[in-house]
């Protein structure tokens, strides 16, 4: 007993846990700074501790018991997701996308995300075929489409992108052929070029997000506004920031959800260059232990659950500051463990207490 828990003493990833921990306690400082109502800051402090709590407990569990019931934890994600269209359904941000169990709201596609990319590793995990053919492809892209088409009717454009992220990943590290892969790629580009000019002519609210970034003169105003306020917040930080509690952008509310999904904006504009950058080399560096872990593991399910995982964390941190420097659309999507929501919070810490598991559990046959 007291060798085991050296050796999980000795394992168990601290740098993952301390870069989260320390990037965590950044968003709180940012929130308390932002918040447009006293008293988030402590909500996000529950949050975190009930994250942690997931991750520790994940972490000492095999994950390979885990993947052994992905198939009934995503059947659980489905029956979530299709409860939003229910009474229990609550919208958000004209997002049909949160449930309301009256103890507490949360947001059913954070936790499905997690559940999908164990049902994928388990899937893939089991097919000794390689390269992939035709017909597990069609298998696998049947799961991933359940989840998906949910979120798509939830009007959550953000995080049905997201979920393709970690497909791509998990397919190409499951054995799609580089020429599938490549097809793909060109079918998404012609795909885009084909869509230029309809963006252009189109008046819908999500037609102009794209427009205000990628052609702003074409835009109306009021969809530029975001973009504006949230691209002066970065700017005026300049290289050591205001300090804390000193942002106008964030204080005086010109930039909207500046407590969520803008919060990287407040940071930047308190704490400038350096506060940003060393918040985005510490999410690089947690992306990389991923890599690294799921590079080591022991098996396939191992490998593909965390690559999942990472290219999840990678998609989330990319939009995101993407769209709060100006380089994407608004999507609304939230930052990792900065930004306020206690759902996100708890599916952020158990997929990272999952790829611990891993790491734990390299050596063991």
């Known amino acids: 007993m007291i060798e085991n828990r050296r050796r999980f003493l000795n394992d168990f990833d601290w740098i993952i846990l301390s870069l989260a921990v320390a990037l965590a306690a950044f968003g709180v400082l940012e929130i308390s700074s932002a918040e447009p109502t006293p ?6 402090v529950v949050g975190i501790v009930i994250g942690l709590i997931v991750l520790f407990i994940t972490s000492m569990i095999d994950y390979r018991r885990i993947i052994n019931i992905a198939p009934y934890l995503y059947l659980i994600g489905l029956v979530l997701l299709a409860l939003v269209f229910t009474s229990m ?3 958000v941000n004209s997002n049909r996308s949160w449930l309301d169990i009256g103890v507490f709201q949360f947001q059913p596609s954070e936790v499905a995300k997690v559940f999908t990319i164990l049902f994928l ?18 298998w696998a892209g049947l799961i991933w489409a359940g989840p998906t088409a949910l979120v798509i009717l939830e009007n959550d454009t953000g995080s049905a992108l997201s979920y393709i992220s970690f497909f791509a990943a998990i397919l190409f590290l499951g054995g799609l052929r580089w020429g599938w892969l490549l097809a793909a790629f060109g079918a998404g580009v012609l795909a885009l070029i084909i869509a230029v000019p309809y963006i252009k002519e189109c008046k819908s609210y999500k037609c102009e997000r794209v427009k205000a970034v990628y052609w702003p003169e074409l835009a109306e105003r009021k969809f530029r506004y975001q973009n504006d306020q949230s691209e002066i917040a970065v700017g005026s930080g300049g290289f050591l920031g205001y300090g804390l509690r000193e942002s106008n952008q ?17 940071a930047s504009e308190e704490t400038g260059f350096i506060g940003s950058f060393t918040a985005l080399a510490a999410y690089m560096l947690i992306i990389m232990r991923l890599i690294q872990i799921a590079r080591r593991a022991r098996d396939r399910s191992g490998l593909l659950m965390v690559a999942g995982i990472a290219a999840l964390l990678l998609y989330h941190v990319t939009v995101n500051i993407g769209m709060v420097v100006r380089l994407l659309p608004i999507m609304g999507i ?11 919070m708890v599916a952020t810490c158990f997929g990272l207490g999952l790829a611990i598991s891993v790491r734990l559990r390299r050596f063991v046959n």
Do not use: C, N
Not at 250 to 266: C, M, N, Q, T
């Open 334 to 344: 939230p930052l990792p463990l900065m930004s306020f929501g206690s759902t996100s």
């Open 250 to 266: 964030g204080k005086l509310r010109f930039v909207p959800e500046v407590h969520s999904d803008f919060i990287y904006a407040v």
């Open 39 to 44: 008293g988030y800051w402590r909500r996000q």
């Open 89 to 91: 359904g609550k919208v």
């Open 121 to 138: 590793a388990y899937y893939l995990s089991g097919v000794k075929k390689r390269p992939l053919d035709l017909r597990t492809i069609f």
